[in-house]
């Protein structure tokens, strides 16, 4: 009976297989977004990146700290920011 259903994931499927994406955006200056970013003069480029952030937590602290210890010198978030539902 389960493969009966199969139509429930083969619409979405078809649906983004033929989709186009969006083309970048550009700005009113002619820039695209994109920039250069230049080397330090310390050694290798040094970029931290996190993501899936739940705040307020011991794990998140931890993460916070091991990017802090690395030095970097760019530090880069990813999004989805989950904050704890904790009364004030």
């Excluded at 955006?25 to 003069?41: A, L, M």
């Excluded at 011991?58 to 210890?69: F, I, K, R, S």
Aim: charged share 10%.
């Amino acid at each position: 009976m389960a493969f009966l259903q199969f139509w429930k994931w083969l619409i979405p499927y078809v649906r983004d297989f033929f989709h186009t994406n969006a083309p970048y955006q550009t700005y009113s200056n002619g820039q695209t977004g994109i920039f250069p970013v230049e080397t330090p003069v310390d050694g290798p480029l040094r970029i931290a990146v996190a993501a899936d952030w739940g705040t307020g937590t011991l794990e998140a602290e931890t993460v916070a700290a091991n990017m802090l210890q690395c030095a970097p010198h760019l530090t880069l978030h990813l999004g989805d920011v989950y904050y704890m539902g904790e009364n004030s």
